[in-house]
């Protein structure tokens, strides 16, 4: 019984690796395979006409990454969360907002880090939305 343990646990964990690693590849993706599930500005989907309060927009100087969602803020209707990820799937932060707040926060890129990152931002009430950068 043991075994069988230990291999479901490795079998977990390989698939979980497997699925992390893989989402870059999915946010490249995203017009063909995730349509009407992630948002792009050039893939508004369900929600066109929405992209220029929804796409986050980033600027970076030098290593800072700034993101801005140019959307108004209201109690039934906000933007709830930014995150940058690198293109391997590194995690480099996430801002969470009320409706009090303005959607905007920063970050810092790895020294040297050069390549595609990804810029997210989320409204309760039209969805998920991604701009892809590179550096």
């Keep these: 019984m043991h075994d069988r343990r230990d291999f479901l646990k490795t079998t977990v964990a390989a698939a979980s690796v497997l699925a992390i690693s893989s989402i870059p590849q999915a946010f490249a993706a995203a017009p063909p395979m995730y349509t ?22 980033v600027t970076v100087t030098g290593s800072k990454v700034a993101i801005v969602t140019k959307h108004p803020m209201s109690d039934k209707h906000f933007i709830v969360r930014h995150t940058l990820v690198l293109e391997d799937g590194t995690y480099v932060g996430a801002t969470t907002f009320t409706p009090a707040d303005k959607p905007e926060s920063s970050y810092e890129l790895p020294a040297g880090y050069k390549g ?20």
Aim: with cysteine; proline share 5%; aromatic share 16%.
């Design 116 to 135: 595609k990152f990804y810029a997210t931002s989320f409204c309760n009430q039209h969805d998920f939305w991604l701009t892809e950068t590179v550096v």
């Design 36 to 57: 009407n599930v992630i948002y792009t500005k050039d893939n508004p989907g369900i929600w066109k006409g929405k992209e220029g309060s929804h796409a986050p927009e």
